[in-house]
């Protein structure tokens, strides 16, 4: 993300907030030079200058709360820019545009050929593109694990499964206990045995 340079006497925080008064009815939908602003606001600690903490600012202020301009400032930064091209015209969850940010440009959206650009009489026709794209996020399969992620996620839940027989093993345990324990110990060693004599070379 560019940033903003703060100490440029043509950004001028009182005239942004003077601009910003109904930030809060916006803040859904603010342009991308908003939350740059924002940024450059909280990264400089410009609010200091009125004498401010983040969070007063950003409620008395913005009429927002420092956890939602956070947020943004976030989004900003780990979605881009045309995050926020395409959410000023049609709402789109931070999930559902990953699923779908291959066919995000700079231009526009692309979809069944063609780029629609990010324009407002294009509202319509970017609200229905981006619930198709959505769906057809939505239905593709999930990829099958290959064996090296197979293989990790088995040795992950063996260790975790080992360690808690360990904890068990360190307690206070009477005996009902400690025979329970000796037998699922036990049952799981023979069930390991079987998948290692049936998988020998």
Known sequence: ???LNIDNPSF?????LGRRQAFCLIASRCSVADIECLAAIRDGKMYKTLGMTWRSFCTECLGIT???ADTLIGRL????????KLNNFTRIKPADYVRIS???????LSYAGEIIPFEPENAAELAEAVEALRAESASEPAPADTSDRAFAKAEKY????LAAFERLQAMDLDED????LVV????????????RLATAL
């Not at 930064?77 to 926020?84: A, C, N, T, V």
């Not at 291959?102 to 526009?108: E, I, K, L, R």
């Not at 063996?158 to 499964?161: D, H």
């Not at 699922?184 to 998948?195: F, H, K, N, S, Y």
């Open 77 to 84: 930064k780990s979605l881009g820019p045309d995050f926020f």
């Open 12 to 16: 001028d925080l009182g005239a942004w």
């Open 1 to 3: 993300m560019k940033e």
């Open 177 to 180: 206990s400690r025979l329970r």
């Open 184 to 195: 699922t110990v036990e049952a799981g060693r023979d069930q390991l045995d079987r998948i």
């Open 158 to 161: 063996l260790q975790a499964t």
């Open 66 to 68: 420092d956890r939602w």
């Open 102 to 108: 291959g066919a995000v440009t700079t231009d526009g």
